[in-house]
Nanobody, 123 residues
Framework: QVQLVESGGGSVKAGGSLRLSCAAFGSTYSAYYMGCMGWFRQTPGKEREGVATIDRDGRTSYTDSVKGRFTISQDNAANTLYLQMNSLKPEDTAMYYC??????????????WGQGTQVTVSS
C-alpha cells in the first residue's frame, strides 16, 4: 500500500508563488518502482485535470496552461514530489492532488492518490 500526503497549499495573490510537496509512504513505494508521479487539480463542478507528470527517468510533461510557470520535480531519496508554482493566476485556484502510478511519460496509469491541498489565488 502507498500513502501520499500533500502539503504547501494556501492563499496567495496573483503573481505570487507556492511550492507543493507530496510525501510518499509505504513499504512497496519507490520512485523507480512506481514509474510515474504527477499533480492534478480540480475545482467544483469540473473534471480533474492533469497538471504535471514526471517519470522515473526525470522526463516531464505539463498541461499547456502551466507551461513556463510550474515545475515538477522529485527527490527520490526523500520519496517526495514537488510542484513549484510561479506567476500564479486566479484560474489556478483548485484542490491539488498528488498521484503515483506505473508506466512512463505518455502512458502513465495512476493508482494512488493523496487527499489534496487547496490552492487559492486572488486577483
Amino acid at each position: 500500500q502507498v500513502q501520499l500526503v500533500e502539503s504547501g497549499g494556501g492563499s496567495v495573490k496573483a503573481g505570487g508563488s507556492l511550492r507543493l510537496s507530496c510525501a510518499a509512504f509505504g513499504s512497496t513505494y519507490s520512485a523507480y518502482y512506481m514509474g510515474c508521479m504527477g499533480w492534478f487539480r480540480q475545482t467544483p463542478g469540473k473534471e480533474r485535470e492533469g497538471v504535471a507528470t514526471i517519470d522515473r527517468d526525470g522526463r516531464t510533461s505539463y498541461t499547456d496552461s502551466v507551461k513556463g510557470r510550474f515545475t515538477i520535480s522529485q527527490d527520490n531519496a526523500a520519496n517526495t514530489l514537488y510542484l513549484q508554482m510561479n506567476s500564479l493566476k486566479p484560474e489556478d485556484t483548485a484542490m491539488y492532488y498528488c498521484a503515483a502510478g506505473f508506466g512512463a511519460i505518455g502512458r502513465c496509469g495512476f493508482k494512488y492518490w493523496g487527499q489534496g491541498t487547496q490552492v487559492t489565488v486572488s486577483s
